[in-house]
């Protein structure tokens, strides 16, 4: 294996001269995925371009390649896994990459909540658990063991549709403010609504208030979307009058209610693309892909929704040199960082992926 290192002494012209030359060698071979809240100077090398799902479907697809490059965080990989091809191997080009709201939620603690709720009803019954697409590979087998299902932000409330029409409650992880905002979009009201602390008994909550609730939503978020506050709606509101915002609804249910659009990454890049000229956006999502609305639209007045610079910092683990080194490593006939989620828990994980993917 070639060693990382010294690649940090390249410049920038040289590591992009490098990269080039490595893709070209590879050929077909390998697929470069570039997830839309990737630094730029990763992201110009990628051969196809999205959020993860959409990625990991598309690379599906691309069947004559044998390695499959995703610049992402870990379970983006972990999806890539398991919905590729048995001869294709998945590479993940910094293992450090991770995602903290998927680490919010692990299998020995939705197990111990499902255990604490089964005490208290009859869960197989009257609970569908749901875990965000945005979580490890064994959360998705989880659901996929107990008739429960994956979501996206983008499905979100229609896979709590399909779950209401098969039982009375949800659980839903690890993020809290997607599946707020989607449940109340159904008409549930908060108060039927109830946010499992796993650090506490019980979630922290009364037997009563846990039966007669609806929504179980996991105490976990995005430490990106959870920065925009709606105080800094207030503040582009007032600042620059006809401005539009939009955010993703990984981002708070105030934040969420006080703006004009909400969606995925591929909602928000195409609302302001469609927008017309000289209209004014402000946009809560990460700052990669702001900045990159900002320079693809120069028409359009563009703003991050943040006074202050949040981004996704595990994402950007990704950077030009660990790609360069996978690369010259596949040139080299070596693979380093592949992502193997084992062939059980894929199978039980596939069939929630299965079962979103039939209903929406």
């Given at each position: 294996?070639?060693?990382?290192?010294?690649?940090?002494?390249?410049?920038?012209?040289?590591?992009?001269?490098?990269?080039?030359?490595?893709?070209?060698?590879?050929?077909?071979?390998?697929?470069?995925?570039?997830?839309?809240?990737?630094?730029?100077?990763?992201?110009?090398?990628?051969?196809?371009?999205?959020?993860?799902?959409?990625?990991?479907?598309?690379?599906?697809?691309?069947?004559?390649?044998?390695?499959?490059?995703?610049?992402?965080?870990?379970?983006?990989?972990?999806?890539?896994?398991?919905?590729?091809?048995?001869?294709?191997?998945?590479?993940?080009?910094?293992?450090?990459?991770?995602?903290?709201?998927?680490?919010?939620?692990?299998?020995?603690?939705?197990?111990?909540?499902?255990?604490?709720?089964?005490?208290?009803?009859?869960?197989?019954?009257?609970?569908?658990?749901?875990?965000?697409?945005?979580?490890?590979?064994?959360?998705?087998?989880?659901?996929?063991?107990?008739?429960?299902?994956?979501?996206?932000?983008?499905?979100?409330?229609?896979?709590?549709?399909?779950?209401?029409?098969?039982?009375?409650?949800?659980?839903?992880?690890?993020?809290?403010?997607?599946?707020?905002?989607?449940?109340?979009?159904?008409?549930?009201?908060?108060?039927?609504?109830?946010?499992?602390?796993?650090?506490?008994?019980n979630g922290g909550l009364e037997p009563a208030a846990v039966r007669q609730a609806r929504?179980?939503?996991?105490?976990?978020?995005?430490?990106?979307?959870?920065?925009?506050?709606?105080a800094h709606v207030e503040l582009f509101r007032a600042r620059y009058p006809g401005i539009?915002?939009?955010?993703?609804?990984?981002?708070?249910?105030?934040?969420?209610?006080?703006?004009?659009?909400?969606?995925?990454?591929?909602?928000?890049?195409?609302?302001?693309?469609?927008?017309?000229?000289?209209?004014?956006?402000?946009?809560?999502?990460?700052?990669?892909?702001?900045?990159?609305?900002?320079?693809?639209?120069?028409?359009?007045?563009?703003?991050?929704?943040?006074?202050?610079?949040?981004?996704?910092?595990?994402?950007?683990?990704?950077?030009?040199?660990?790609?360069?080194?996978?690369?010259?490593?596949?040139?080299?006939?070596?693979?380093?960082?592949?992502?193997?989620?084992?062939?059980?828990?894929?199978?039980?994980?596939?069939?929630?992926?299965?079962?979103?993917?039939?209903?929406?």
């Amino acid at each position: 294996m070639i060693p990382l290192e010294p690649y940090y002494e390249l410049s920038d012209a040289d590591l992009d001269s490098r990269i080039q030359a490595a893709k070209s060698a590879l050929g077909s071979d390998c697929v470069i995925l570039g997830h839309h809240y990737q630094r730029e100077e990763v992201y110009k090398f990628a051969d196809l371009t999205g959020d993860s799902l959409k990625l990991s479907r598309l690379a599906s697809q691309r069947a004559d390649a044998k390695y499959i490059v995703f610049c992402g965080v870990h379970f983006m990989a972990e999806v890539a896994d398991i919905l590729s091809a048995p001869h294709q191997t998945v590479i993940l080009p910094d293992m450090a990459a991770g995602c903290s709201m998927a680490d919010m939620a692990d299998l020995p603690r939705v197990q111990s909540a499902w255990n604490d709720l089964a005490a208290l009803m009859d869960v197989d019954a009257l609970v569908t658990p749901i875990t965000y697409v945005n979580s490890m590979a064994d959360l998705k087998a989880f659901c996929g063991a107990h008739e429960g299902v994956v979501c996206t932000s983008s499905n979100a409330s229609r896979i709590l549709e399909w779950a209401f029409a098969r039982r009375e409650k949800v659980l839903f992880f690890p993020d809290q403010h997607l599946g707020r905002i989607s449940a109340h979009g159904l008409g549930v009201p908060l108060e039927q609504m109830v946010v499992w602390d796993p650090t506490r008994p019980n979630g922290g909550l009364e037997p009563a208030a846990v039966r007669q609730a609806r929504v179980i939503l996991w105490d976990g978020y995005c430490s990106v979307h959870q920065m925009f506050q709606p105080a800094h709606v207030e503040l582009f509101r007032a600042r620059y009058p006809g401005i539009r915002v939009i955010v993703h609804p990984e981002c708070s249910f105030e934040v969420c209610r006080m703006a004009d659009a909400r969606g995925s990454t591929e909602l928000i890049q195409t609302t302001v693309r469609d927008a017309p000229s000289g209209s004014i956006w402000a946009i809560g999502t990460e700052l990669n892909l702001v900045n990159r609305l900002k320079h693809e639209m120069p028409d359009k007045e563009i703003h991050f929704l943040c006074p202050t610079v949040c981004m996704c910092s595990t994402m950007f683990r990704i950077d030009a040199q660990h790609l360069c080194w996978t690369l010259e490593n596949l040139v080299a006939g070596v693979v380093v960082n592949g992502i193997s989620v084992p062939r059980d828990v894929a199978a039980s994980a596939r069939i929630a992926l299965d079962r979103m993917l039939a209903v929406a």
